[in-house]
C-alpha cells in the first residue's frame, strides 16, 4: 500500500496477490463464520486454514457449494483444542492473521495469552475500530471500543501506540490523534481530561510514537473545524483527526455502535497487540462487517 486509503476500497486496491496472507480461523464449524470466510476469500488475496471438526466443516462447506482449499483444514474437537491450536499455528508462523469463529472471545483470548505457548507481544492488547462515515472525509479510527474496560494512563499510552504502529501498516504516518471527553476544558472531577493532557504532554516529549496528540478534545471539535471556531479553541487537528482515542470501552462501544447504526457507517475491527492481528467479530455483525475485518486485519498483517 503506497499511500494512505481514505476508504475500504482503498485499503481492498491495496491488498495484491504478491501479498497474500493466511486466515487462521479457530472453531471454524459454524455457518456464518464460513461464509464470511469464503466470501473474503473471493474478493481478497488471502489463504486460509479451517480449524475445527472436520465433518460439520466439508458439511456447511458442501452446503454453500464450496469445497475448502486442499489440507486447509485442522480436524479439532472441543473450544478450547480449537484455541491452542490455532495459536500454535500463527505463532509457528504457518499463519499471519488469527480469526474468532462459534467459539468465545474469552477462550481465544485465553490461548493468545498463555505466557509458554501464546502469541501475546509487549505492552497491551487494544481493539481498533475503523469506520468509513458518509459525514467525514476519511478513516477514522476508535481505540479501545472492546478490550480494555477503564484503561489507566499508561495503558491508554500503549493503545495510542498501537494505533500509531496499526496507522503506519496502513501507510498513514503521523496520524493526527483527538483523546476525546465531555469538555476541551481540563476538571479533576473529570480524570480522563487529566489523562488526555498528560497523553498531550507525552506526545509532545516524543513518547507515544511518530503521531499529532491534542486533548482533552470534546467529539465535535476534534471531527469539526468549525465548532473550533464558533468556541473560539485553537487546534491544529481539529476538522481532521485520524483517531478518536475514548476514555473507556463504554464510550467507544457507544461511539462506534452509533456511527454504525445511525450514521450509516461500515466498520472494521482489528485487536492489535499481539504477534498477530485478530478478528474478533460478534456472531451479529453484518456480513459486510465481518469482510472489512478480515480484510483490515490482512492489511495489517502485511508487513
Known amino acids: 500500500m503506497k499511500t494512505a486509503p481514505s476508504n475500504f476500497d482503498d485499503l481492498r486496491g491495496g491488498l495484491t496477490?504478491?501479498?497474500?496472507?493466511?486466515?487462521?480461523?479457530?472453531?471454524?464449524?459454524?455457518?456464518?463464520?464460513?461464509?464470511?470466510?469464503?466470501?473474503?476469500?473471493?474478493?481478497?488475496?488471502?489463504?486460509?486454514?479451517?480449524?475445527?471438526?472436520?465433518?460439520?466443516?466439508?458439511?456447511?462447506?458442501?452446503?454453500?457449494?464450496?469445497?475448502?482449499?486442499?489440507?486447509?483444514i485442522e480436524d479439532c474437537g472441543g473450544d478450547d483444542e480449537c484455541a491452542r491450536k490455532s495459536v500454535s499455528l500463527v505463532?509457528?508462523?504457518y499463519g499471519d492473521v488469527l480469526m474468532k469463529g462459534i467459539l468465545d472471545s474469552g477462550t481465544l483470548l485465553k490461548a493468545?495469552?498463555?505466557?509458554?505457548?501464546?502469541?501475546?507481544?509487549?505492552?497491551?492488547?487494544?481493539?481498533i475500530a475503523t469506520l468509513q462515515v458518509p459525514a467525514y472525509h476519511k478513516?477514522?479510527?476508535?481505540?479501545?471500543a472492546g478490550m480494555i474496560t477503564d484503561p489507566s494512563l499508561e495503558q491508554k499510552a500503549d493503545i495510542v501506540r498501537n494505533a500509531v504502529a496499526f496507522c503506519r501498516l496502513l501507510n498513514l504516518k503521523k496520524p493526527k490523534i483527538a483523546a476525546i471527553s465531555?469538555?476541551?476544558?481540563?476538571?479533576?472531577?473529570?480524570?480522563?481530561?487529566?489523562?488526555?493532557?498528560e497523553l498531550q504532554a507525552m506526545c509532545t516529549r516524543g513518547e507515544l510514537g511518530d503521531c499529532l496528540l491534542e486533548g482533552p478534545l470534546s467529539f465535535d471539535i476534534a471531527i469539526s473545524s468549525e465548532s473550533a471556531k464558533s468556541k473560539g479553541f485553537e487546534s491544529v487537528i481539529s476538522g481532521n483527526s485520524d483517531i478518536l482515542l475514548v476514555p473507556?470501552?463504554?464510550?467507544?462501544?457507544v461511539l462506534a455502535k452509533g456511527l454504525l447504526f445511525w450514521g450509516n457507517a461500515k466498520m472494521a475491527g482489528c485487536v492489535v497487540g499481539a504477534k498477530a492481528p485478530i478478528v474478533l467479530v460478534?456472531?451479529?455483525a453484518s456480513a459486510e462487517e465481518k469482510l472489512l475485518s478480515i480484510m483490515i486485519c490482512l492489511c495489517a498483517g502485511n508487513n
Do not use: C, Q, W
Open 282 to 284: 460478534s456472531r451479529i
Open 112 to 127: 493468545v495469552l498463555d505466557k509458554d505457548m501464546g502469541i501475546r507481544d509487549s505492552g497491551v492488547m487494544s481493539h
Open 182 to 197: 465531555a469538555s476541551e476544558s481540563i476538571n479533576k472531577k473529570f480524570p480522563e481530561t487529566v489523562d488526555a493532557a
Open 139 to 144: 478513516l477514522i479510527l476508535v481505540t479501545d
Open 248 to 253: 473507556n470501552i463504554s464510550v467507544g462501544n
Open 17 to 72: 496477490a504478491h501479498d497474500a496472507k493466511t486466515l487462521v480461523v479457530a472453531a471454524a464449524h459454524d455457518l456464518h463464520t464460513l461464509e464470511a470466510v469464503y466470501a473474503a476469500a473471493r474478493e481478497l488475496p488471502m489463504k486460509y486454514i479451517l480449524v475445527g471438526n472436520r465433518e460439520k466443516i466439508l458439511s456447511i462447506s458442501s452446503g454453500l457449494g464450496i469445497a475448502p482449499e486442499m489440507g486447509a
Open 91 to 93: 505463532r509457528d508462523g
